[in-house]
């Protein structure tokens, strides 16, 4: 046994592809960022207000560790309103940020001695949670077919091993983009009931379908019965450009509903009481379906400048994304990608996220966000594809 107290899992953590650049030049005001998940618009302005106006009301104290009444009720609404289904009160949860509801589904579902299988290329967050629970991890890549990623049954259910313990899957995707369709989800589901394994379903981008700005991606919730072993996961940031806000929420095995306000007590003791009165007005406010409809229109728009700049180049072989708002390109040739994002740093002063840390067979792959003003974003491809075309020439000047 190691002589250090501190657990030999927190001390191999490492900062993921994303950070690794984006620490470097986060202040920098020269650099176009497309290595997170966001926008720049800033968050509504009749959210903003909402927020502001709780705050003036003296909404500044304690409150149920699961979220405040009033937004859980208007989840159960919403979540009725897009998927026309009851959803029990008691298994909607809002302990902080979604990324929260991902630690706490690992914290439901992962130990020492059990694996989850991440389906491919995935957000390296969900990684770290496994790690941080020391949970092994084992790794199911979606295929990429000639015009879309799709995800083979069979090689999931071959990866199933004695100590799986559950699946993760996030559609729409971070980083592909690949949008499951309601029968792949079915069969993921059906698979996992057969094996007895929790089920993971990350849904933050449910709302970014790009073919179809005020659509909604078809999710596991009207698929699985109340106390199964699955927790479908969402949250405000994406939806209603509200990164900062850090409040998500979460659909629960009703039987934990004890046991989740506990965790959530352990972990944050909730969100921020008037981030929540800020999160009602998105759900509520008539403003919020027509705020969601016109960013994804522009995400869907920006998807095509990307597809039709960078997706062209003869080094790039890059899959139409059909959801969330990232492009994930494969560069011919390109072996060493946090070098190449480092260039793309320094050279063309745009933040890009190397491929890597999305899990096994994406180290020829960097990821971006195509969620910015499309003008910033034209700049941004241009300064991208001149460095592609520059590739083995000498280093050029800083622009
Ligand atoms: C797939 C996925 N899940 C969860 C999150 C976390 O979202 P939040 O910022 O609301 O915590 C992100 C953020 O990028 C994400 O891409």
């Known amino acids: 046994m190691s002589s250090d107290p501190i657990r030999d899992e927190i001390r191999a953590l490492e900062l993921s592809g994303i950070m690794k650049i984006a620490a470097t030049a986060l ?19 009749f959210v903003r207000r909402a927020a502001v106006r709780a705050l003036e009301a003296g909404r500044t104290f304690y409150a149920h560790p699961r979220g405040i009444v009033p937004l859980r009720e208007a989840i159960r609404r919403y979540l009725e309103r897009l998927y026309g289904i009851a959803v029990h009160p008691d298994r909607i949860h809002v302990p902080g940020s979604t990324m929260l509801t991902v630690t706490v589904a690992g914290q439901c579902l992962l130990a020492p001695g ?18 941080v629970c020391g949970a ?3 790794e199911v890549r979606l295929e990429e077919g000639p015009d879309r990623w799709w995800l083979d049954l069979d090689r999931v259910a071959a990866a199933i091993g004695p100590r799986t313990r559950a699946v993760y899957v996030n559609s ?3 980083p592909t983009g690949w949008i499951a369709s309601r029968e792949e989800l079915a069969a ?15 849904e933050v981008y449910h709302r970014h379908v790009l073919d179809d700005p005020g659509g909604v991606a078809p999710s596991v919730l009207p698929l699985v019965e109340e106390d199964e072993p699955v927790f479908v996961l969402n949250g405000f940031s994406k939806a209603w450009a509200m990164t900062g806000w850090r409040i998500g929420w979460m659909v629960a095995p009703r039987r934990l509903v004890e046991p989740l306000a506990v965790l959530a007590e ?24 027509a705020f969601v409809r016109d960013f994804v229109a522009r995400c869907a728009r920006n998807r095509d400048r990307v597809m039709a700049v960078l997706g062209a180049h003869p080094r790039v072989r890059l899959l139409r994304p059909e959801g969330a708002f990232y492009a994930f390109p494969r ?6 990608g946090l070098a190449f994002c480092r260039r793309v740093l320094a050279e063309a002063r745009v933040g890009i996220a190397a491929g890597y840390g999305f899990g096994e067979g994406n180290a020829a792959h960097v990821r971006l966000c195509f969620a910015i003003a499309p003008e910033r974003l034209e700049t941004a491809l241009a300064r991208l594809l001149a460095v592609l075309e520059g590739e083995g020439s000498a280093p050029r000047r800083r622009r």
């Open 27 to 45: 202040e920098d005001p020269e650099v176009i960022p497309l290595w997170f998940g966001e926008s720049d618009l800033v968050t509504p302005e």
């Open 331 to 336: 560069i011919e040739g390109l072996d060493d």
């Open 136 to 138: 092994a991890v084992r």
């Open 172 to 174: 729409p995707s971070n």
């Open 188 to 202: 993921l589901v059906a698979l996992c009931r057969r094996h007895g394994l929790g089920l993971i379903s990350d």
């Open 266 to 289: 352990c972990d944050n003791t909730g969100a921020t009481v008037f981030a929540q009165w800020g999160a009602l007005a998105a759900l509520e406010e008539p403003e919020g379906e």
């Open 114 to 131: 059990r694996e989850i299988l991440l389906i491919g290329p995935y957000w390296p967050n969900i990684r770290n949670v496994a790690r």
